[in-house]
């Protein structure tokens, strides 16, 4: 369903079985030997989500990629794995567009959590300016997503994303203001065992 140009919604692309799956896979990740954590972002504000970075991190103090995590515990980002990569090269062709992602951003959303309005905006300038969208993957509760223009105070448009769908936005809608408002809480499907909410975000830092 394209919502606008270069912005796809695609609601419950993902079976409750491959949500199900996807979900026990993301939970060994961030309880895993290289852990989430809060981001303590440049200003001193605290996240309101848990990170995991896979394949590049994503440095909230410098809103740069590298390799290990400078701005917390030194630890080497775990690598993208290759069926994630896949699933999201699968989601880019199903929304019409084009992604070979080489990193993803792994948010964890408890019933408080939440993301202000931003741009994502520190890949490559080749990677923004091709349009190269970024694919996001929601499992748990439903979130209330923000989805803004190009500028800060354009209108924001308010869009539940439920469990298993996907949110793809690039080219003329690459770099449109987005944030998650609120959590509903309980509201993920039973089967796919989820207390909360995970955010994958694929991303291609450069063409
Ligand atoms: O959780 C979401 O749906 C959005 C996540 C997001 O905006 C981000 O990771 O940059």
Redesign the pocket.
């Known amino acids: 369903m394209e919502i606008a140009p270069g912005v796809v919604h695609l609601p419950r692309c993902l079976s409750l079985e491959e949500q199900r799956i996807l979900v026990d896979r993301c939970r060994a990740l961030v309880d895993g030997d290289v852990p989430a954590y809060v981001p303590v972002v440049r200003g001193g504000g605290k996240m309101h989500v848990r990170m995991l970075c896979l394949g590049r991190h994503w440095n909230g103090q410098t809103y740069t990629y590298e390799t290990t995590r400078s701005d917390f515990d030194q630890l080497p980002a775990p690598p993208l794995p290759d069926d994630f990569r896949t699933l999201a090269q699968q989601l880019a062709r199903a929304a019409g567009m084009s992604l070979d992602p080489d990193l993803c951003?792994l948010?964890y959303?408890d019933a408080d959590g939440h993301?202000g309005l931003?741009q994502?905006k520190d890949e490559s300038e080749r990677s923004l300016a091709a349009g190269l969208p970024v694919v996001?993957v929601?499992l748990g509760d439903t979130?209330r997503?923000l989805f803004g223009g190009l500028k800060r105070r354009d209108p924001v448009e308010a869009r539940l994303?439920e469990s298993g769908d996907a949110f793809v936005f690039g080219g003329p809608a690459r770099l449109r203001y987005?944030?998650?408002s609120r959590i509903v809480p309980g509201s993920a499907p039973p089967e796919v065992g989820l207390t909360g909410r995970f955010?994958l975000?694929f991303r291609q830092y450069d063409v």
């Open positions: 951003i948010n959303y993301m931003h994502d996001s929601s979130a997503f994303l987005h944030g998650v955010n975000t």
